[in-house]
């Protein structure tokens, strides 16, 4: 049984990373979701309101933490004990990318595993993207995204 983290933008977090977070959950002992500062993306939200957003969207979780890292994903892995990096693997556009950064990882850290899931098919065309434009012109993205993020789009967004 081993610490994995989940790195991500989750600007903002949605159902799809959910069902991955649920997946990872049943296969290892504890579960890091990890915010990126990820200073080549603009972000909507800010660090802290994506951490925000995920601990209210994970309260019913056991075994999953959060919290957040400016770096290497592989230095945070390390710096709290985790032995695998989970990554979605949502349709084949994603795999160039995925397979480009796991095998990076490996080169600088040898020891730490990257390990692929795949949501669950009603998530592959969604993206953290997709949701911003869709709320940003009042559309509906309840459907999407847990409560938090939905009433948090809307405050953004000045939407109802
Ligand atoms: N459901 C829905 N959407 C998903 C998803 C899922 N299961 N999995 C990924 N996505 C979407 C995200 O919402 C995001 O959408 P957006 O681009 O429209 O905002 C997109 O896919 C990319 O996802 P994300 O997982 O956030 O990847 P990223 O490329 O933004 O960040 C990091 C990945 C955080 C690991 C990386 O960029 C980083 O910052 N690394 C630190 C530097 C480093 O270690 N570099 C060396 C490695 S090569």
Redesign the pocket.
Known sequence: MAKVIY??????????????IKRAVELFEEVIV????????T?LFTIEERVEMLKESLKGFNRVKVDW?D??????ARNVGAVG?I????AVS?FE?EF??AL??RK?ADDITTIL?M?HAR??Y???????NLAQFNGKVSD?VPEIVDKKLKEKFGSK
């Open positions: 790195p991500g933008t989750f600007d903002p977090v949605t159902n799809g990373h959910l069902d991955i990890t915010v990126a500062k990820n200073p080549s993306k972000c890292f770096g290497l994903v592989v230095e945070h990096i990554r979605g693997l949502r994603d990318y480009q950064m990076m990882n600088l899931l949501p998530y592959t969604l993206n953290s993207t997709i949701v911003r999407f």
